[in-house]
């Protein structure tokens, strides 16, 4: 069993997906990981040692070695970082940028990716959190998997539930509709492993140091997916993401 998990930037995979990397490992599953871009215009976190004006292409170097480390760490068998530049949250997009890019291009990336592995489930944000490169590459993965020589069994977006990330950013338009939400994994035993990921990113500082106890714990305990290859049918939200055995 396979997982091609695509992400835009380096801190994606751990904040984002690290739950679904871990339960992955637990479940033998073997792991790639596609990052679009270095996040050469993320903030250094304060004590990271890195001046607030850092340049940005020392940047992409330390949070690209931070998303190595923290593949590792979850057991990650292969790591892809392509060269299109952070396009950063608003503004005109630099040229070489995620958003400046020939969205085909982005796609064929993608398909050549899915190609070569030939994952049996791929998982990608689903941008409700409004950034616009995680729009991109949600978009782009989402094209390629009708294109690449073997469809995959299973295509998830990972989601932020409405219902807790419209009232922590105070956006109710943020998150995706709790209705949506197809999957629902209790991953509370593996909060210590995506910690220790999350934490393999020292540059950044994770959204969920600014919660308290109760509602970090509601993001983080909880994987919630949204099925869209093959579509959802209805029923009961499935359980896991990764197919019984044939």
Not at 124 to 130: E, H, I, V
Not at 211 to 218: I, N, R, S, V
Not at 232 to 241: A, K, L, N
Request: charged content about 25%; hydrophobic content about 40%.
């Amino acid at each position: 069993m396979k997982l091609l998990v695509a992400v835009a930037h380096p801190d994606d995979e751990a904040f984002g997906c690290g739950s679904v990397l871990a339960h992955a490992r637990a479940r033998g599953v073997a792991v790639t990981v596609a990052c679009a871009t270095r996040g050469e215009l993320g903030e250094p976190a304060p004590g990271s040692g890195l001046p607030a004006d850092v340049d940005p292409v020392r940047l992409g170097e330390v949070r690209e070695a931070e998303l190595r480390a923290a593949c590792a760490s979850l057991g990650v068998d292969r790591v892809d970082v392509f060269d299109w530049l952070d396009s950063g949250t608003e503004g005109e997009p630099a040229p070489g940028s995620l958003m400046a890019a020939d969205p085909e291009s982005v796609v064929a990336a993608i398909v050549a990716l899915l190609d070569e592995v030939r994952p049996d489930v791929v998982v990608t944000l689903d941008a409700s959190d409004g950034h616009r490169d995680h729009a991109v590459v949600r978009d782009a993965t989402v094209a390629a998997i009708g294109r690449c020589s073997t469809r995959p069994t299973r295509t998830y977006l990972w989601c932020l539930p409405r219902s807790l990330l419209g009232p922590f950013t105070g956006n109710p338009e943020l998150g995706t509709p709790d209705d949506a939400i197809t999957t629902v994994v209790d991953v509370r035993p593996l909060l210590g492993e995506r910690w220790a990921a999350m934490r393999a990113h020292g540059s950044q500082v994770p959204p969920y140091d600014a919660m308290g106890d109760e509602l970090q714990l509601a993001f983080l305990a909880t994987d919630r997916l949204r099925r869209i290859d093959p579509p959802w049918p209805g029923g009961p939200v499935e359980e896991d993401w990764v197919p019984p055995a044939a």
